[in-house]
């Protein structure tokens, strides 16, 4: 350091003491602001946006890919150079040396040139460490794989994920829909008869930890392959999961309990609400197949409106009509839409009552509350066609004259 520089120095300090920023409370005071806003910051994405939800650990997938934060992803990425044996070198040696050279740069760099022009070998050291830093992030970004997808948490979501895999991995041998029957296609089970897996006798008579593990493991003296990541398939626990879910939506008993909570029971003669009574139905059991991007037939049921109005044969649903496709398609019939609806599992008789008294009052969007006036009309004449199941009711109340 020569003289010239010593005195600038000096003189730059002096400058900047006179000009007087104290550490209290101008410093402090900035700092509160800054530390302020940052945790009211935080609370508003906390608040608003949250953390990306990960499933629940799960000690059994061994599916999950533990990763660090991106920040770390370049010392991780850099393990991968040090294998086996040498791995100290990648995990402690490397680091060690980084951080020690930091703390010791004080003492070896004692240069009074702060621009990064006047520093050229600092400061190409240090874009080199950071380009390498850069790099191996894209590298490990680039080389891990993809954590296998979330399965969602919701029953739909879980339903819906199973139904996906199902498809994928289960139907060529057990049907669309568990339905079982001959095997077509498939090697070494060719003309096999597989017996329903979406019956009362299956599903009445295992439970979910069963069908989890003839999934997970198989039953490879009978031809049902194995699924599970550790018997060497390629489902994860919670992929397997899913289907289980899937499966169990066959069950007839899942709906009862979940309909429940959800779909109040009708009363004699009310006319069913669209949205209490109806919509759960086609929610449960048609939207698998009848929503936007799985349209059977161009025919979404997810809103009112494409219920109305959508499909191949709209429309499938007319107010007042009992001979429309739906009605016709849920009792069974073949036509030429298509049916019976649902393909496979019948609705329940209270489902297709409630279906079949909600088209025949209307089918509107909105349940029309019987007014008193026409209710009193009934009782009067006692023979109005078109509110047959309104007419019954007041018939069993009062003897009709
Ligand atoms: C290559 C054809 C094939 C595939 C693919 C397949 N299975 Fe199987 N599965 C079988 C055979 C064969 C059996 C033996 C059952 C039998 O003998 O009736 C079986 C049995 C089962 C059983 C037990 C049935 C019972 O009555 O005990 C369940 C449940 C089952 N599979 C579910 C699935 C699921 C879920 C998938 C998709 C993840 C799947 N299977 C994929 C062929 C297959
Ligand atoms: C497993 C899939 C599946 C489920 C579940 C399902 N459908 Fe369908 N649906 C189809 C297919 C496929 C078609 C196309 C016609 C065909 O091939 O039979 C169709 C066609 C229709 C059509 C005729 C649409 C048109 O205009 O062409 C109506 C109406 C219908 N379904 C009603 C229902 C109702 C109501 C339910 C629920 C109670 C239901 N579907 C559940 C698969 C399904």
């Known amino acids: 350091m020569n003289e010239h520089d010593k005195q600038t120095i000096q003189q730059r300090f002096q400058e900047e003491k006179t000009k007087g920023v104290k550490f209290f409370p101008d410093i402090i005071y900035k700092d509160t602001i800054v530390a302020f806003s940052i945790f009211i910051l ?23 890919i533990p990763r660090p934060e991106w920040y770390f992803l370049f010392l991780f990425e850099m393990l991968k150079f040090f294998p086996g044996q040498i791995e100290f070198i990648g995990t402690a040696v490397l680091p060690g040396v980084a951080v020690l050279l930091l703390l010791l740069l004080p003492f070896f760099d004692r240069d009074i040139k702060r621009h990064p022009r006047n520093r050229p070998v600092a400061t190409i050291v240090m874009s080199l460490i950071v380009a390498g830093m850069v790099a191996l992030t894209i590298r490990a970004v680039m080389t891990t794989p993809p954590q296998a997808e979330a399965v969602g948490f919701s029953y739909q979501e879980q339903v819906s994920a199973g139904q996906e895999l199902y498809k994928e991995h289960c139907a060529e041998c057990h049907g669309e ?55 060497g398939g390629e489902l994860n626990t919670q992929q397997v999961n899913a289907i289980v879910t899937f499966v169990r939506s066959w069950d007839d008993r899942v709906v009862i309990e979940e309909e429940a909570v959800a779909i109040p029971a009708l009363a004699e003669g009310e006319i069913p609400d669209y949205e209490t009574h109806v919509y759960p139905i086609f929610r449960r059991r048609c939207i698998s197949c009848h929503r936007e991007g799985k349209e059977k037939g161009n025919y979404i049921m997810t809103d009112y409106e494409s219920v109305m109005t959508s499909g191949d044969y709209a429309p499938n649903v007319i107010g007042g009509d009992l001979s429309s496709n739906m009605i016709r398609m849920i009792n069974r019939e073949e036509i030429e839409a298509g049916g019976p609806m649902p393909p496979t599992r019948p609705l329940r008789p209270e489902e297709i009552d409630a279906i079949t008294r909600w088209v025949e009052a209307g089918a509107l969007p909105v349940r029309a509350e019987p007014t008193l006036e026409i209710q009193a009309t009934e009782s009067i004449t006692g023979t109005l066609e078109a509110t047959e199941v309104a007419t019954e009711t007041v018939a069993t109340e009062t003897p009709v004259p």
């Open 177 to 231: 829909d568990g339905e079982g029957g001959v095997v077509e296609g498939v090697e070494g089970l060719e003309g096999t008869y597989l017996e329903a897996i979406n019956s009362e006798d299956y599903l009445y008579t295992r439970t979910d930890e069963t069908t989890f593990l003839i999934i997970d493991y198989g039953q490879p003296n009978l031809g049902m392959p194995a699924f599970g990541l550790s018997n």
């Open 42 to 64: 935080m609370v508003g994405l906390a608040m608003f946006i949250g953390v990306p939800e990960e499933p629940p650990a799960d000690p059994n997938d061994t599916n999950y």
